[in-house]
């Protein structure tokens, strides 16, 4: 019976050794010299000019949750796709409803003028 075990613990036995080399060698390896160059943050190869610390305007954020928002209401639609074929018009009627809602969420955005990108 414990003998079934035995491959799992030596799996475990190797995933703890390697996270234990991981873990010491590289920096005895590499050493621990800081330079100006290994300082900068690397930006596709361009020297920054400004620090990445600044403030965004509101507006990105809000563009971005609008998309996650969005973005998830079309992941429940596509369960509902899958089984359209057994909802019959029930699943027609429910998911014009839901798109219904989505519409009137979008066109309230939209009034509110949180899709202007220039603002």
Same mark, same amino acid.
């Given at each position: ?6 491959? $799992? /613990?030596?799996? $475990? ?5 390697? @996270?234990?080399?991981? /873990? ?15 300082? $900068? ?11 990445? !610390? !600044? ?28 089984? $359209?074929? @057994? /909802? !019959? ?16 969420? /979008? ?5 509110? @003028? ?6």
């Amino acid at each position: 019976m414990l003998s079934d075990y035995f491959p $799992l /613990l030596i799996f $475990l036995a190797a995933i703890f050794v390697f @996270g234990l080399i991981a /873990l010491f060698f590289p920096p005895w390896l590499a050493g621990a010299r800081t330079t100006t160059a290994k300082a $900068l943050p690397y930006e596709s190869g361009i020297v920054p000019r400004t620090t990445a !610390r !600044r403030r965004f305007a509101v507006s990105f954020y809000l563009t971005a949750m609008l998309f996650i928002i969005f973005d998830v209401e079309a992941i429940f639609i596509y369960p509902w796709a899958v089984i $359209l074929k @057994g /909802l !019959r018009w029930f699943g027609i009627a429910e998911m014009a409803v839901f798109v219904g809602i989505l519409l009137i969420a /979008l066109i309230y955005v939209w009034k509110k @003028g949180a899709l202007e990108w220039g603002s």
